[in-house]
């Protein structure tokens, strides 16, 4: 992770939470007008500023997502922005809520990527490269493909969920599926990650940016 990444996840943006290098803020607005004027609000200032946020507008919320596309992660345009939306939340008397913010991605395990790749990538209708297959609309979960170096024999599942969440909310959110029923398989990457497994065995794992380089 960069140094700058770093500072935002401290103190550069401190009302905004850091998640597969973008950042994130999630804003209850309670009704679909509130939203619409946050909305029009922050448009405005993207195009003042020439830097456009992914956003997306429900009834009752605002969800705002921030990275420079150009340079393939946070720069010092999306703290600027970041700063004057954080004014416009303030102006409207809204607070962001960090347990909503939740991004999934599905992982697959495969001895041979490249030919597993296709299938995934044809199947959703999204572009595939690399060890990804993302959404271009960046509405669904992107799927990545972790190397196996050998079959798996084991009754483990070889599909599974990484769920990255806000860093401050991560215990909660490992409590939680504790006391729904789930155990703990390996805490030995938190917080990076931590393995978690639901009653028949299938797994997901909760993820931050924290203890990554």
Known sequence: MTKLARQIASDAAPGWRLALQRLHLHVPTGNFA???????????????ADHHP????RYGSVHIALSSHDAGGITDRDIALARQIDDLLAERGLTPSHPDVTVVEIAIDALDIEAVRPFWAAVLGWPGEGDEVTDPATSGPSIWFQQMDAPRHDRRNRIHLDVTVAHDEADARVAAA?????????????????ILADPEGNEACICTWQARE
Do not use: H
Request: hydrophobic share 55%.
């Open 34 to 48: 509130t939203g619409l004027d946050l909305v029009d609000a922050i448009g405005a200032a993207a195009e003042a």
């Open 54 to 57: 992914d956003i997306d507008l």
């Open 178 to 194: 504790l006391a729904a029923g789930g155990t703990l398989v390996s805490a030995d990457q938190a917080p990076s990650f931590w």
